[in-house]
């Protein structure tokens, strides 16, 4: 095999046993332009999307730990991958497909697990991961919230009858 293509693969390779996810997608049909806006909305949700040979993409899987491949690398396949957050990468490909048609998706793997298209769609509907955490932070903030605003209770009710007492100007026997 020649040396430039030992590269590739390399590269591949370091790429995919780097990122926490990958999508194989089909660009068959897809221009010059609409590749270059995609690779634009994936750039803001920090993935990329690189054009690989089926069969340099096949060489650089085999030596990795990630799941077989081999059924879905057929036709023209881009890779997606990123180093954060998969729904936002599954985000833009799903409201790209709808605006365009394309590209389609194939497979996706996460953690090491295969996912099929619809497993990968129902990543793309999930809330932002910013937003997901700030869900957790409000749940696990709310017990305590609680728990303050119920040890301050006693004290604020002392204190509203205190001021009663005074508005109405009258002495607090002791």
Avoid: W
């Avoid at 409000?138 to 204190?159: E, W, Y």
């Amino acid at each position: 095999m020649r040396p430039e293509k030992n590269l590739i693969i390399n590269e591949i390779k370091t790429r995919v046993d780097r990122t926490p996810y990958v999508l194989l997608t089909d660009y068959t049909g897809m221009r010059v332009d609409q590749f270059a806006e995609l690779r634009t909305r994936l750039g803001v949700a920090h993935a990329e999307l690189r054009v690989v040979k089926n069969t340099l993409l096949r060489r650089a899987l085999q030596g990795s730990d990630l799941p077989d491949l081999e059924s879905y690398l057929h036709g023209q396949s881009a890779v997606v991958m990123g180093e954060s957050d998969v729904s936002a990468a599954a985000k833009v490909l799903k409201n790209f497909t709808a605006e365009f048609q394309k590209p389609k998706l194939k497979v996706g793997i996460l953690d090491k697990a295969v996912l099929d298209v619809q497993q990968i769609m129902a990543l793309a509907d999930l809330p932002s991961k910013e937003v997901l955490q700030a869900k957790l932070l409000g749940l696990l903030l709310a017990p305590a919230s609680t728990l303050v605003r119920l040890i301050n209770t006693p004290a604020s009710q002392v204190a509203q009858v205190l001021k009663a007492y005074s508005e109405k100007g009258e002495q607090i026997a002791a």
